[in-house]
């Protein structure tokens, strides 16, 4: 930490051994994207940014300082989500299908995805890519019902998606729900035993995301997707957050890098105040 001031990134690497620990790994993932872009470079980028930004939350009243935290570095295998909280820093959309099918029987999770799109196109296997992990997982054996998607943008996905959706038993709700995230856990918690959260930051204006291929005009605030952030990070049943779509030399004065990360800055003051 460095005087007055400690700094994010003297914190992501205190490599703490504590079992509780919030553990953040990269998985930085490329192929098989519908737009072919540098995510790969995000992970790198992201805790980078870190030396911009401080470990106090000023209006949550939260120092990081005090939470355990582990970096495992980067692979393109996510990590077993057996911590108390893992935050995968992608990559792109990918992650989400990579780790959370890996992560044992589907029937007893739940996802909740802030995302632009539907993420339910066809594939093929062993071609999953950016545009499908959705529908993967539910074609491995996550219920539909146990799937809410929230910042769905129009004119950026296909009645024939959302239609799939809607047989599917998935709940679509627009870019202005995400300050009922709190609460959509809450619901998504009385069906599942654990859940996994994907942000996608191209769920954000495209103002404020340019670094994100997928953004559009009419998406979220960034102080929206903060507040869900946090939110996700502070409730028990949340096992993963994973932060993906970030192209870091499409970027723009930082902005959607710094956007990633205050997002996993977020999470990880939500998880402070679980004990």
């Known amino acids: 930490m460095s005087g007055d001031w400690p700094l994010a990134s003297d914190w992501l690497a205190g490599g703490s051994d ?10 930085p993932l490329v192929e098989h994207a519908i737009t072919p872009s540098r995510y790969d470079l995000a992970p790198a980028a992201v805790r980078q940014r870190l030396r911009r930004l401080s470990t106090w939350h000023g ?14 570095g980067d692979s393109l295998t996510p990590p077993p ?7 995968l820093l992608g990559g792109h959309n990918e992650v989400t299908h990579a780790a959370l099918a890996a992560a044992g029987p589907l029937d007893g999770w739940g996802l909740l995805t802030l995302d632009a799109h539907h993420d339910v196109r ?9 545009g499908s992990p959705v529908r ?21 996905n296909s009645r024939a998606h959302y239609e799939w959706c809607l ?3 998935i709940t679509v709700l627009g870019p202005g729900r995400l300050p009922d995230v709190a609460d959509l856990l809450d619901i998504l918690a009385g069906r599942c035993e654990a859940i996994y959260v994907d942000v996608d930051l191209d769920v954000l204006d495209r103002a404020f995301a340019p670094g994100c291929p997928g953004s559009r005009p ?3 605030r960034p102080e929206d997707v903060f507040e869900a952030a946090f939110a996700a990070g502070a409730h028990p049943s949340v096992r993963a957050v994973d932060i993906v779509e970030v192209d870091p030399e499409a970027d723009v004065a930082h902005v ?12 990880a003051a939500g998880y402070a105040t679980r004990r």
């Open 81 to 87: 989500l057996d911590a108390p909280l893992t935050i």
């Open 59 to 72: 209006q949550r009243r939260v120092a990081l300082e005090h939470v355990e935290v582990r970096d495992v």
């Open 167 to 169: 047989a599917a038993g």
């Open 256 to 267: 959607t890098v710094d956007a990633a990360a205050l997002t996993l800055l977020n999470v």
């Open 136 to 156: 993967a997982l539910i074609d491995a054996g996550l219920p539909g019902g146990n799937v809410v998607q929230v910042g769905i943008h129009g004119f950026s």
């Open 218 to 220: 009419g998406g979220a």
């Open 18 to 27: 504590d079992p509780s620990a919030l553990v953040v790994a990269g998985v």
């Open 122 to 130: 066809p594939y093929q296997a062993g071609a999953v890519g950016n």
